[in-house]
């Protein structure tokens, strides 16, 4: 027994130093999952941090999280987003690998008893696919326009109108056919144009939604081909005074963008609360250049305003916005051509016409626009049966866009138009019945005035009218654990009054009335949390807006003639969407979206021969309609070869067809793959983050231009432009500070100088796309 004593201690003495070392050495993974209770949606960006090991992680979009920790021991797991509220919890690891799923409540109130619903996003369809741009995103992409923003998500195009005016495409579909919602209003301003970018400051939004189904059952029946929402940060109770400052340097342009924002609260009680928001950004911006000359009067200027505040008690919450957006922008000179031989001369003529040096002045041609939002919205929760919202929303829309004129005349707009429009929404959101049947109920209404202001001297682009739309929807939902079913209806009365003169110089008043209908069925499954699926059909129509119907005469942005049909009919479309979700081994994930739609009566722009006028020579575009087919696919993939270095690929595929004329859809997306390599450091040279990112972008020639477009000229081809690949880099770092966070970035566009052109910029014909671009951005929040 003695011996056996012996034996045993000295495996003892021998055994327990390897032990020891083996379990210093022993790490495990510790990952899992972050979604909201009730709804299980993934929470993105949520940090998960362990206290004991001074290390955190923060949630993907999908709320994934991986992290390596030491095993043989019992962790607290703090989780927490701003969204929601903190969650503290924990866990016993051994020596295998530890999974779990988490799950957030929604915050419901801060600061004891004082009740917040500012924070409650836009809803969205269930079965509607959607792509989001969080803070973290949007912090990187500060001093883009929102169509740049946007167009890094894939099924998302940037339409351009030279350097300067960017305007977003979903699945094919823009203008009149993409719903913009600013903070909960849909914006109203002569966005029929495709030279007429979103009059809204990026900087006041804090989420960016891109809805890619039809949305007119939410939306209206601008929303036929997809929505974008703009969210700003929630206005909640906080008795600290919070801010937050953005400087941003670009060396293309050489311009600067600068924004502040100050937000604080006057707690008066327990249960009421006073909260409030100041913001304000302004740009400056010289002449842009493309790879091997200046872009002559591409140079822009903004100066940009907003104003929010809430009252908030117990079931009542109060909120008043006001936002004012003025820009001035320049158009590329050399678009504007004195006679027909120089037209077909630039085609081919590279710099071109007009070329000077660098340059800020800001010449005709030119726009200004003035855009002024004042919104006010009642909140009212009534928790046993159901919440009600009503908003009302006032906008105005100063457009006047100058023209090379003689005679001294070029302080005089060619184009000067004034759209004044209301809004009302009465919202009602029941609670759940029969457990998991929860829905929404609407009315809408909207008044839309439009003049064009006298002393022009010219033709007005569209006549004065007014519009009137009124609107009604329900969309219920059934969810379950597994399964999620829904299902709307929505109905739209629309009147259009137009007065103008005609060929004869007679002053007449036409007017239309049209009847909208708009369905979705719907639904989804969760296979498992790797596994996901969702689908829907929707039926939506679209009537024809006030340039397709009356355009008459010189659209100088686009340097283009455009000229309406007023016998055009609505246009009504069927489509059909898929999405996939799936994800392996938290390496591993893939998100696959498919659609295809058809639509009745398309309206599109047909191009036919240029014209001379007195005001020079420009290609012409006439509203036509057809039946037309659009289907796609959009890929978007990441794989983590190991911690924290990925690889994330984005590719969309995009056809549609004239089905009428038996040829290809003019003004299509050329198809495009992005593949980007990502690197982040956790925790290092005193950063909390350091982000590397190296992306290549190959855009493939649009081979499936129609014959119309590039032989709608005698004289000459418009060149259908080669495809193309660009190469952009970007660093971005986290600094934590004493109640405060520094945020630093830099990026460097067109990193090789590639000289190209998009078929999309609707001035390709006459110059290229921008060159190289540094871009520096500094963001300090406390």
Sequence with gaps: MLRLIKILFVIYVFAMPELSIGQEECRVSFSGQVLSEGEHLPVAFATVYIPEIEDGVQTNEEGYFSIKIPCHNKYEVIISQVEYQKTSTYISVEIEDYKQTFYLK????????????????????????ESVLSTRELRKLKGKSLSESVSTLPGVYNIKTGPGINKPMIHGLYGSRIQVVNNEVSQMGQQWGVDHAPEIDPFVASRITIVKGASSVKYGPRAIGGALLLEPEPLVPDSTLHGSLDLVGFTNGRGGIGSVMLSGSFLLNEEESLNWRLQSSAKKSGDQHAANYNLTNTGSEELNFSAAANYIKEDLQADIFYSRFSTEIGILRGAHIGNVDNFFEALDKRPPFFTEDFSYEINNPKQNVVHQ??????????????????????????????????????????????????????????????TNLSGEIGLDYEYQNNKNVPGTGTTPLIPNYSSFQTGAFLNEAWTTEKWNLEAGLRFDAIAIDVLKFNEEDQLINPKHQYNMFSGIVGGGYDFSSNFKYKSNISWSQRAPSINELYSQGLHHSVAAIEEGDDQLSPETSMKWLHSLQFSFNEKLRLNVDAYASRIQNYIYLQPEEPRLTIRGAFPVYQYRQTLADIYGTDIIGSYEFFHHFTLNTKASIIRGNDISNELPLIFMPADRWENTLNWRLSNKLGFKEIDFNLSGLKVFEQYRAPITETEAYEQATVPVPDGYFITNFSLDTTKKLENAQLNLGLSIYNLMNTDYTDYLNRLRFYAAETGRNFELRINYIF
């Design 373 to 434: 939002l004042l919104k006010a919205k009642v909140h009212l929760d009534r928790s046993d049966y159901g919440d009600f919202d009503f908003i009302y929303a006032y906008q105005q829309n100063a457009r006047q866009e100058f023209d090379i004129r003689r005679g001294g005349r070029s302080d005089r707009p060619s184009v000067d138009l004034q759209l004044d429009s209301h809004v009302a929404k009465l919202l009602f959101h029941h609670e759940p019945i029969w």
């Design 106 to 129: 929604s915050k419901q109130n801060v600061l004891s008893a004082v009740s917040v619903h500012s924070h409650k996003r836009e809803e969205v369809l269930l079965s509607n696919v």
